[in-house]
T-cell receptor, first 117, second 114 residues
Framework: AQKVTQAQTEISVVEKEDVTLDCVYE???????LFWYKQPPSGELVFLIRRNSFDEQNEISGRYSWNFQKSTSSFNFTITASQVVDSAVYFC??????????????FGRGTSLIVHP | DVKVTQSSRYLVKRTGEKVFLECVQDMDHENMFWYRQDPGLGLRLIYFSYDVKMKEKGDIPEGYSVSREKKERFSLILESASTNQTSMYLC?????????????FGDGTRLSIL
């Protein structure tokens, strides 16, 4: 069975602090994808990044960076110099095979990030 | 840009009513999904569909049914609404047959059952 654990339910930081959101996953598949989504207060989940199981290179996009470590089954997300606009719920997800040859994600429970001015 | 549109942002219904939540996507995606989101529980999959007229149960299908008569439209039906179905409902779509495809979400429908 596949599982995604986001142990941090809520994180509160002050603007300009760095913050890391943890994601730990379990799967028996050798080929899989991991995703991060952001859900701002307006409600719509927005896709941020995906990583495949064979690519352990870290990725940086502006203030965002992602650290994928297969050895620890983790895919952590770091926001550098956080801003109030980063306040949102962040979800980590793992793809899994479903009926009809389709692929659907298993989501973690999400981490609520609150950035105070 | 992918657009997933849910018919209502807020909806209030009464216990026992039959409730329809509609979702339309404009990117010719094969896969469509219905989730409910509750505090502390994250996203839970109710049903998904990987083709027209095809549907599969997700993790919490009890009390719900779905309909997909056209590729772009996926409806969630609460046969007899109950107060424990008060929740935020999210629709999503994705390209089919590929492991790496992200989901695209609608704005959500906040449903209250009185």
């Amino acid at each position: 069975a596949q599982k995604v654990t986001q142990a941090q339910t809520e994180i509160s930081v002050v603007e300009k602090e760095d913050v890391t959101l943890d994601c730990v996953y379990e799967t028996r598949d050798t080929t899989y994808y991991l995703f991060w989504y952001k859900q701002p207060p307006s409600g719509e989940l927005v896709f941020l990044i995906r990583r495949n199981s064979f690519d352990e290179q870290n990725e940086i996009s502006g203030r965002y960076s992602w650290n994928f470590q297969k050895s620890t089954s983790s895919f952590n997300f770091t926001i550098t110099a956080s801003q109030v606009v980063d306040s949102a719920v962040y979800f980590c997800a793992l793809s899994r095979v479903a009926s009809g040859g389709s692929y659907i994600p298993t989501f973690g429970r999400g981490t609520s990030l609150i950035v105070h001015p | 840009d992918v657009k997933v549109t849910q018919s209502s942002r807020y909806l209030v219904k009464r216990t026992g009513e039959k409730v329809f939540l509609e979702c339309v996507q404009d990117m010719d995606h094969e896969n469509m999904f219905w989730y409910r989101q509750d505090p502390g529980l994250g996203l839970r999959l109710i049903y998904f569909s990987y083709d027209v007229k095809m549907k599969e149960k997700g993790d919490i299908p009890e009390g719900y049914s779905v309909s997909r008569e056209k590729k772009e439209r996926f409806s969630l039906i609460l046969e007899s609404a109950s107060t424990n179905q008060t929740s935020m409902y999210l629709c999503a779509s994705s390209l089919g047959g590929q492991l790496n495809q992200p989901q695209h979400f609608g704005d959500g429908t906040r449903l209250s059952i009185l």
